[in-house]
């Protein structure tokens, strides 16, 4: 059961324009959800993340949206950089008890930026 | 640098072999996850300890296990190897293993079982 879906393998945006990825989630009692970016042969990095209470995180180039609603959110990356083609994870974790904050993770999406 | 380290970065064994897998979290963390990542797949949480105790289980086989050592630094053990145990492995900590934080990720061991 694939709790965190990213529906898109695959994502080529042109350099400067914005790339949008995307994430569904099926799990309500989600409470935190991240953004990693993992290039080949390294570990993910942390990139941004949001908490249920809000909908909307910033830093720097890159925006985090949630919508609770639809349990939804998305990664916008303005402007696209060449640096930023690598394999974007979306996850997300429940705290179902004090200690257990296993990360959930989607199975990524290759973003390539065309210089 | 995410201050997470993680040894050796690769391992190449036979079937039923066992291997030691080794993590050092970040200075401060207490809390220490393993996730296993085999090939097009997303990362598969298998156990998380803090302060020297498991807290957690995720999809961890019973020939694999792991511990936690009083300078806090992990180990993941994986006996009676098979091939289909070939895959990325990482290490991953925070520092209270409470809700809502970052998990910091190591640069991953690739084990190759053959």
């Known amino acids: 059961d694939q709790q965190v879906k990213q529906n898109s393998p695959s994502l080529s945006v042109q350099e400067g324009r914005i790339s949008i990825l995307n994430c569904d989630y099926t799990n309500s009692m989600f409470d935190y959800f991240l953004w990693y970016k993992k290039y080949p042969a390294e570990g993910p990095t942390f990139l941004i993340s949001?908490?249920?209470?809000?909908d909307k995180n910033e830093d720097g180039r890159f925006t985090v949206f949630l919508n609770k609603s639809a349990k939804h959110l998305s990664l916008h990356i303005v402007p696209s950089q060449p640096g930023d083609s690598a394999v974007y994870f979306c996850?997300?974790?429940?705290?179902?008890?004090?200690?257990?904050?296993?990360?959930?993770f989607g199975t990524g999406t290759r973003l390539t930026i065309i210089p | 640098d995410s201050g997470v380290t993680q040894t050796p970065k690769h391992l190449i064994t036979a079937t039923g072999q066992r291997v030691t897998l080794r993590c050092s979290p970040r200075s401060g963390d207490l809390s220490v996850y393993w996730y296993q990542q085999s090939l097009d797949q997303g990362l598969q949480f298998l156990i998380q300890y803090y302060n020297g105790e498991e807290r957690a289980k995720g999809n961890i086989l019973e020939r694999f296990s792991a511990q936690q050592f009083p300078d806090l630094h992990s180990e993941l053990n994986l006996s009676s190897l098979e091939l289909g145990d070939s895959a990325l492995y990482f290490c991953?900590?925070?520092?209270?293993?409470?809700?809502?934080?970052?998990?910091?990720f190591g640069p991953g061991t690739r084990l190759l079982v053959l």
């Open positions: 991953a900590s925070s520092n209270l293993g409470a809700g809502q934080e970052t998990q910091y």
């Open positions: 996850a997300a974790s429940a705290v179902l008890n004090f200690g257990n904050e296993k990360l959930t």
């Open positions: 949001i908490s249920s209470i809000k």
